[in-house]
């Protein structure tokens, strides 16, 4: 992840084609040791690659990955409220407090 990281940044700066040096330098500017093997290897996987439509595309990847039950916990909700409401709410009940919820006679907060 650092040596990503250090890479964009490079792309940031206005190096279009970082080289291993220049993401060593960034790396060891905030006091990480690079492996030159690991900053070897990503730089041979983007050599001849722009960043930013690599950026593109991994966001379209992304865009098909479910992220989370949000979305689908409100369509039932939209599909209730369409049918008229014919649902009506329940009534919750309130549960007592049990004599291991009451007060023990001691805080843990004081």
């Known amino acids: 992840m650092r040596v990503v990281s250090a890479v964009l940044l490079a792309v940031l700066g206005g190096k279009a084609n970082p080289t291993a040096d220049d993401v060593k330098a960034i790396l060891s500017s905030v006091g990480v040791e690079a492996d030159s093997a690991d900053v070897e290897r990503l730089l041979k996987e983007l050599e001849g690659k722009d960043i930013n439509e690599l950026i593109a595309a991994g966001r379209e990847k ?49």
């Open 62 to 110: 992304l865009q098909s990955v479910p992220s989370g039950g949000g979305a689908v916990a409100a369509a039932p909700a939209a599909g209730g409220a369409a049918a008229g409401g014919a649902a009506p709410a329940k009534e919750e009940k309130k549960e007592e407090p049990s004599e291991e919820d009451e007060d023990m006679g001691f805080s843990l907060f004081d």
